[in-house]
């Protein structure tokens, strides 16, 4: 077995401009760059020989340069993001996005949930002022980059809706179904988009 | 004025080929996405790179390449005398078209197309080579940043007073009034980026100056190498602390 302190010391650390060998013996991945038949580091980090799966019409390991430092995170398609809603409209709905999985965002994103990606059903019954309220704490998934303005939402799942909601009174709601949310002040309920938390 | 004693040494005691102390740190700006401090000698420089992000003014997005802009100012305690120096002035702006240019030849643009990257260079302490000092601390700052680049940039400055290639020229050597000759270069690459030079010198002993400011970018950048795989250990090191 390969210890830690092994790996640590058998890691290839690379600069940009590093020679890391021939094209024709390597694949140029991630962090990597060729020219004239060479290829070349682009970015500080680690060195990573990938090979290449058995069958791969290519059967050259791939060479890549992965970097140690993390940026922050950025919400791609296919990802559970939490999001705070901003703006409620009659055709959709904006947000800014606050997490990605679980790691909260460093820039600002904004999302939009449209009409027909509150939920799976009846969508085209869904009213919008009935399933999101400004100030709302939803949980979505990426559909799409969307427009150049903002990424597009769906909360067309179970698990995905609002999780977290203040009442008119000023108290944290409780869910009571997957349309509904009360008021523990007043007992009020109010009409919104669910989650069904886990 | 004697700018070289008869022992051989400058008025700081280095030898003419010698290189001022380089001292470099990476990640000292938290919020920018990239940042470095540079030193070289008495010379000190921060940079901070922000990006790759949005383009801020849409009509100057381009749709193959990145945009990249860069913006270089003195402190007003960097030099002697105080003195409250603006970012448009004539010299400033001379600098950071110097600075954007060679490290535009530097990135891969065209994997960055429709966005924008933004390199803020601030003079903290100015002893001559100040314009060396803002390359070498951008590139390293690029680096830091996660920014694909074609090799580091380094760069360092080269003159000729009393009859002698002196390297890395500090500010009472650049007041000289002999040439001063800035170069940035592609130390992998054996290319060069920079080259500038003010006042006049023959083409033989221009080419030997050359060569002294080359050879002195190329161990400049020998040493941020260095520091940028040191700074990898580092992150790797703390990476592995939080696996377990």
């Not at chain 2, 990640?27 to 470095?36: L, R, Y």
């Not at chain 2, 500090?170 to 003010?198: A, C, H, R």
Request: hydrophobic share 40%.
């Amino acid at each position: 077995m390969k210890t830690k302190a092994m790996e640590d010391a058998a890691a290839i650390y690379r600069t940009p401009g590093e020679l890391l060998g021939s094209a024709f013996d390597y694949i140029a991945g991630t962090g990597t760059y060729t020219f004239q038949n060479k290829v070349y580091a682009s970015l500080v980090g680690v060195q990573h020989i990938v090979e290449a799966r058995s069958g791969a019409a290519d059967l050259r390991p791939s060479i890549e340069v992965r970097r140690e430092k993390q940026r922050g995170a950025i919400p791609q398609p296919g990802d559970i993001v939490t999001a705070k809603i901003a703006k409620v409209q009659a055709r959709m709905a904006s947000a800014d996005i606050v997490c990605v999985g679980q790691r909260a965002v460093k820039e600002k994103f904004t999302g939009t949930v449209r009409q027909q990606d509150v939920r799976a059903t009846e969508i085209d019954k869904v009213d919008m002022h009935a399933s999101f309220r400004p100030g709302d704490i939803i949980r979505a998934e990426v559909l799409s980059l969307g427009d150049a303005r903002a990424y597009y939402l769906s909360t067309a799942k179970n698990e995905l809706g609002v999780v977290s909601a203040m009442s008119v009174a000023g108290a944290t709601m409780v869910p009571i179904s997957w349309q509904e949310m009360q008021c523990p002040l007043t007992n009020q309920t109010e009409p919104r988009k669910v989650a069904k938390v886990e | 004025m004697e700018y070289i004693s008869p022992e051989g040494l400058r008025l700081d005691g280095r030898r003419p080929m010698e290189m001022r102390q380089l001292h470099a740190e990476l990640g000292v700006i938290a919020k920018a996405d990239g940042s470095a401090t540079f030193e070289m000698g008495n010379t000190k420089v921060v940079a901070a790179v922000y990006g790759p992000r949005e383009v801020q003014n849409r009509s100057q997005q381009l749709q193959e390449q990145a945009l990249v802009r860069c913006e270089y100012s003195m402190a007003t305690f960097s030099t002697g005398e105080r003195r409250k120096r603006g970012k448009g002035d004539r010299r400033s702006t001379e600098i950071s078209l110097v600075i954007r240019q060679t490290m535009e030849s530097a990135i891969l643009t065209h994997l960055l197309p429709r966005s924008q990257i933004d390199i803020f260079v601030q003079v903290l302490q100015a002893d001559g080579g100040t314009r060396s000092a803002c390359i070498n601390a951008a590139a390293l700052a690029l680096a830091d940043a996660g920014i694909p680049m074609r090799d580091l940039v380094a760069s360092c400055a080269a003159g000729f007073l009393n009859n002698t290639p002196l390297l890395d020229l500090n500010y009472t050597e650049d007041s000289g009034g002999g040439p001063d000759v800035t170069v940035g270069v592609f130390p992998k690459l054996d290319k060069i980026s920079l080259l500038q030079m003010d006042s006049k010198l023959p083409i033989d002993l221009f080419e030997k100056v050359l060569e002294l400011a080359t050879e002195g970018a190329k161990a400049t950048a020998e040493y941020m190498r260095e520091r940028l795989s040191e700074n990898t250990r580092q992150l790797v090191s703390a990476r592995g602390l939080l696996r377990f």
